[in-house]
């Protein structure tokens, strides 16, 4: 069986930056299970696995574009320490829930903290950036009805969300 859309797909990866740093890994834990042609992973990823077979190991870069997009500066704010009510301690690397402008939530992260300004950024922490993966494909199976119905695969034993 190949990776094609609606096959809910196992994988042993590890991420690296171009330094060679690990950024995340599954070594030592689960494979990583996700329905393939449902936007579960980063499109760059996701293409370059459409086709391979369970054993099938490669190396792929992926540019900021085809992962998690280039880093857009308007996502970065500046805004008074007194709009963190109930957070004693603010930190650098701490992240928050925050209205968009569209009106959906996202994550925004503190990039620096000067007196009462604190400095979050709304980009995703690897925007901008090209991802290094190598991969295994472990296992491919036909997703469930239940699966396909909810947009994404899910693991042993069943729904885990």
Do not use: W
Not at 80 to 89: I, L, N
Not at 146 to 153: F, Q
């Amino acid at each position: 069986m190949l990776i094609a859309a609606n096959k809910a797909v196992s994988i042993d990866y590890t991420l690296t930056n171009d330094a060679g740093e690990v950024i995340d890994s599954s070594a030592g834990g689960a494979p990583l299970v996700y329905l393939q042609g449902a936007g579960n992973i980063i499109p760059g990823l996701e293409k370059a696995l459409e086709g391979k077979a369970v054993g099938d190991e490669l190396k792929v870069s992926v540019e900021p574009e085809d992962a998690y997009g280039e880093f857009n500066p308007d996502l970065l704010s500046t805004l008074s320490r007194s709009m963190f009510e109930g957070v004693d301690e603010l930190e650098v690397g701490m992240q928050f829930h925050a209205s968009a402008p569209d009106g959906q939530m996202q994550i925004v992260t503190i990039r620096d903290l000067d007196g009462d300004d604190v400095t979050v950024d709304g980009n995703h922490p690897l925007a901008g950036k090209r991802l290094n993966f190598e991969v295994k494909v472990v296992d491919i199976r036909d997703a469930s009805e239940e699966e396909l119905a909810h947009g994404h695969a899910h693991g042993e034993g069943g729904h885990h969300h």
